[in-house]
């Protein structure tokens, strides 16, 4: 395959993401070779947790497609579109489309356990969703086990809320029983774990982590 030289979207202490053009196609490169040395084994983990999903995912619409990892780097598809935050979805059907999008992916076992970012949502050309960045997730082996309903429902979850964000008045009763009961383990995560992770992403390694408040993402 001809390729062009990466061009660089993103460096931080877990690496690199360029963007490459390659043939008639635009990939998205992710180069853990750039990551700080102590760093370098959780931003290889991260990529074969997300190599690992988009393997599960395959020919699933609306998800990247991976097109190779070598343990070091990633290569994907690109995919088209505006961030969530951006594009601002006032269409009931996004998100309707969206739910059926985290169904399928449940049903092949993954979670991506990061749908809190806006960032992380595209709304493509034609309004249908897209999810990117899958560092985070998770294949499970036996998608019926009592965690991963926990962790599917929290992902739900993130997924009304930014709906209660961009079309508060189609909010169904059902949903907003939904909202309003958070889990055990996003209470312990509150209470806990936020803050040390906040203070690691923002001041040592200098991610732009904005909790559902959008920043442009890498698509």
């Not at 356990?113 to 309004?127: C, F, T, Y």
């Not at 897209?130 to 993130?158: S, Y």
């Amino acid at each position: 395959m001809g390729a062009s030289q990466p061009q660089l979207l993103k460096r931080d202490h877990l690496g690199s993401i360029s963007v490459v053009a390659a043939d008639d196609a635009t990939l998205i490169e992710r180069d853990t070779d750039h990551a700080s040395f102590g760093l370098r084994w959780i931003a290889r983990g991260a990529a074969a947790r997300e190599a690992r999903a988009l393997r599960a995912l395959e020919g699933l619409d609306g998800v990247p497609r991976l097109l190779g990892f070598d343990g070091r780097r990633l290569r994907r598809s690109w995919i088209g579109g505006s961030t969530m935050h951006d594009a601002r979805p006032g269409d009931v059907q996004y998100f309707y489309a969206a739910w059926r999008l985290q169904r399928a992916m449940r049903a092949r076992g993954v979670l991506h356990n990061d749908l809190a970012k806006e960032a992380n949502w595209l709304v493509r050309a034609d309004g249908r969703p897209a999810v990117i960045d899958f560092q985070l997730a998770w294949v499970a082996r036996n998608p019926r086990t009592p965690m991963f309903r926990l962790l599917a429902r929290e992902n739900l979850r993130h997924l009304l809320k930014h709906k209660r964000t961009c079309c508060p008045s189609r909010i169904t009763p059902t949903e907003r029983r939904i909202l309003a009961r958070r889990s055990w383990i996003t209470r312990l995560w509150h209470a806990t774990g936020k803050r040390l992770y906040i203070l690691i992403a923002r001041r040592i390694l200098n991610w732009e982590d904005n909790e559902g408040r959008g920043k442009k993402g890498v698509r």
